[in-house]
């Protein structure tokens, strides 16, 4: 077990959270390395090789933005942000400095470590393939770009709706910005985020059990979106 | 001469004619009319004819007394139309401060005013205008749109001095209650053409009037600064006794479920831990979104912040708060119905799933589990409307457009955990849409709240 033991980088300068992040984190089979300025951090980060790292936006010495950029520069070790900011800019910012989730403060821990082994799994695995996703009863064909329902019932969809689905499925369970869901759909030529509204819409109604409360295509406000394939976990964090 | 039409009748003709040019001509006119006059009756009909000789000493009497009515009655005449000229002068000029007043009293701010000023000041004055007024700083500054250039070292003497200075223009100073706040340059058109001294004292007046105007909106700013500050300060206070009360509720589960689960020697059990663990989480919880809707609702009110809108579906929007609320609405069920046609708005999505949150909240606070939610939309021409109702038991009695007052609570002094800011800050975030938010008894029973919402917001 000991050699499969995850290393977790904590960027925490409040003894209260520190101590619930060790706790959470050793309980959870984790070793922890905390640190409470950003510059004792970066140095940990390099001489410990984390498996992930979690940051905290207000350090006392840096803004945490800039730790993510500056791990960034030299790693592609997944980042966590844990923070109190909730304003949706800060929270772009933090996904385009390079962070790979985020969690608002105060937050639930199981839901914290749910994400924690999400963006390991991803980081690990790399790009998905494009094989066979299956969301609630539909079963949608990436490569071939077929889909149909579980019950034999037809279901079509567009070549844009299949290709932002494709999108959010390389990335599943992580955040894809709306720029880049539009880059990659579109190309880098507008901004076209009412067009990708209605296609995230229709999405939902050919896909979703319920579309006025999706499990799978999931809205992260003013961020972009999120696709989640085992509903089931997601809904018990 | 004719015998019978006599003399005397002769002097009365002269005498008419002396009056009816008097009517018309100037006094000095009148006068060289009166002499003129006598000196024909003289040569015409005073005996020797065609002479100015009198041959009876008598006539002389005659003559003097014609020239002394003839002169009285032209003084008379010029005085009398001078007087009339006067009134009507005095009339028009009555007529044009009127309409000035008029429009000044409609304007609200200073730059309004200035801008009736200059507009009835170029009208009746055929001049141009420029109003100066002194900042905080005392530093004039113009306040009217205006190219025309001025010299601000003798405009910063008038307001020194307070007295009407003429040069190339005129400044005229604006006098406030106690000293002079400003200056109104006017430059006659065209250029050095100088007014008589009537219409500078009319220009007093328009000076005087505008100074009085800007006065008022002064004392108005004033007066509306007092009341938002007084209004602040009761909002302050009250949000001080609230926020005390209820955050100290939920504080005082945290704490003591905390100092419980930190006695080893109490040895409790670990289904015991858990219960007291989710209730500090639960508690915590509660007291994040009410500092949520506390932050929101000084943001709004005190902020004074531009909303950050972008297109988006209302379903999207729904689904936020609904999964926001997911656990608290667990034993309530809910009907979503939306229109699949329905258009997107232009909105801020924080704040319209903050209203949609806050109406669910309250649903799940103040009917019985087993309640049926229902959301709806509609668009109607350029508005979204969404209604969140239920069928519970509905609104208390009274009013129900006081629950959106801040702190008012449906049911005061239950253990129902808030500080009767939600459906507050629904309303400010509503209005600052171009929105609004109502609350209705639901037809078939229940309370019912419609948002109306511009398609595409405008910041308000």
């Given amino acids: 077990m000991t050699e499969a033991m995850h290393l977790v980088l904590v960027f925490e300068d409040d003894p209260g959270i520190q101590e619930i992040l060790r706790m959470l984190f050793d309980a959870n089979g984790f070793r922890v390395v905390m640190a409470d300025t950003a510059a004792r951090g970066e140095q940990d980060a390099r001489l410990h090789r984390p498996d992930v790292v979690i940051v905290d936006l207000g350090l006392p010495d840096r803004d945490g933005l800039n730790v993510i950029g500056a791990i960034r520069a030299w790693s592609p070790v997944p980042i966590v942000v844990l923070s109190a900011r909730t304003a949706e800019a800060q929270r772009l910012a933090a996904f385009e400095a390079g962070a790979d989730d985020y969690v608002m403060k105060p937050f639930s821990a199981p839901e914290l470590l749910a994400r924690v082994r999400a963006v390991m799994r991803r980081h690990v695995r790399g790009d998905l393939p494009m094989g066979i996703l299956e969301l609630g009863d539909a079963s949608i064909d990436l490569g071939r770009r077929v889909a149909h329902r579980r019950d034999g019932r037809e279901l079509r969809l567009t070549p844009l709706e299949h290709r932002i689905l494709e999108t959010l499925a390389r990335q599943r369970d992580g955040i894809v910005t709306h720029a880049a869901l539009m880059t990659e759909v579109w190309g880098p030529v507008r901004d076209n985020t009412r067009a990708l509204r209605v296609y995230i819409a229709s999405l939902r109604r050919k896909l979703e059990v319920d579309p006025s409360r999706p499990r799978h295509i999931l809205t992260e406000l003013g961020v972009g979106y999120r696709l989640v394939v085992d509903a089931a976990s997601q809904a018990a964090n | 001469m004719p015998e019978g039409f006599g003399l005397v009748n002769i002097i009365m003709i002269y005498l008419l004619g002396t009056t009816l040019g008097a009517l018309r001509l100037g006094r000095m006119a009148s006068v060289a009319l009166a002499i003129s006059n006598m000196l024909a009756f003289d040569f015409f009909f005073v005996p020797p004819v065609f002479s100015f000789d009198v041959e009876d000493i008598r006539y002389l009497f005659t003559l003097g007394a014609m020239l002394i009515v ?77 190219e025309d250039s001025f010299d601000i070292e003798l405009a910063k003497e008038v307001v020194a001095r307070g007295e009407r200075c003429i040069k190339d223009a005129i400044y005229l100073p604006l006098r406030g209650s106690r000293r002079v706040k400003g200056v109104i340059v006017v430059c006659p058109q065209p250029a050095g053409r100088s007014l008589p001294t009537e219409q500078l004292n009319l220009l007093d007046t328009f000076a005087a009037q505008l100074a009085l105007s800007l006065q008022r909106a002064r004392l108005a700013e004033a007066a509306e600064a007092a009341r938002l500050s007084e209004e602040r300060a009761l909002l302050r206070n009250t949000l001080l006794a609230s926020i005390s009360h209820d955050l100290r509720t939920p504080l005082t589960t945290i704490a003591g479920a905390g100092s419980l689960i930190a006695q080893p020697e109490y040895a409790l059990n670990v289904d015991r831990r858990a219960t007291l663990g989710r ?33 988006h579906t209302v379903d999207d929007l729904v689904a936020l708060a609904l999964r926001g609320c997911e656990s608290r609405l667990a034993q309530r069920s809910i009907i979503v119905d939306l229109p699949s046609d329905l258009p997107l708005i232009s909105v801020e999505p924080t704040l319209i799933v903050q209203i949609l949150s806050n109406l669910l909240e309250n649903a799940a606070k103040y009917t019985p589990p087993g309640t049926t939610i229902t959301i709806c939309a509609a668009a109607c021409e350029e508005r979204m409307m969404i209604s969140v109702a239920d069928d519970g038991p509905g609104f208390p009695p009274g009013d129900p457009e006081r629950l959106f007052d801040k702190f008012y609570r449906g049911r005061s002094e239950s253990n129902i955990v808030g500080v009767g800011l939600g459906l507050a800050i629904c309303r400010a975030a509503a209005n600052l849409h171009g929105g609004n938010i109502r609350a209705v008894n639901n037809p078939g029973g229940g309370a019912r709240f419609e948002i109306s919402l511009p398609v595409s917001a405008r910041d308000s």
Avoid at chain 2, 97 to 119: C, F, H
Avoid at chain 2, 283 to 291: E, I, W
Avoid at chain 2, 293 to 301: A, G, H, K, R, S
């Fill in chain 2, 70 to 146: 003839a002169l009285v009655i032209a003084n008379l005449m010029v005085s009398i139309r001078r007087h009339r000229e006067v009134a009507d002068s005095r009339e028009r000029r009555t007529a044009v401060l009127y309409a000035m007043s008029r429009e000044l009293t409609v304007a609200t701010d200073a730059k309004a005013m200035a801008a009736v000023a200059v507009q009835h000041i170029c009208a009746v004055f055929h001049s141009t205008a420029i109003v100066l007024m002194a900042d905080a700083h005392g530093v004039l500054k113009s306040i009217s749109v205006s």
């Fill in chain 2, 279 to 311: 209730l500090i989480e639960h508690k915590a919880r509660d007291m994040t979104r009410l500092l949520t809707n506390v932050l929101d609702l000084v943001q709004i009110e005190f902020g004074g912040r531009a909303l950050r809108s972008d297109w």
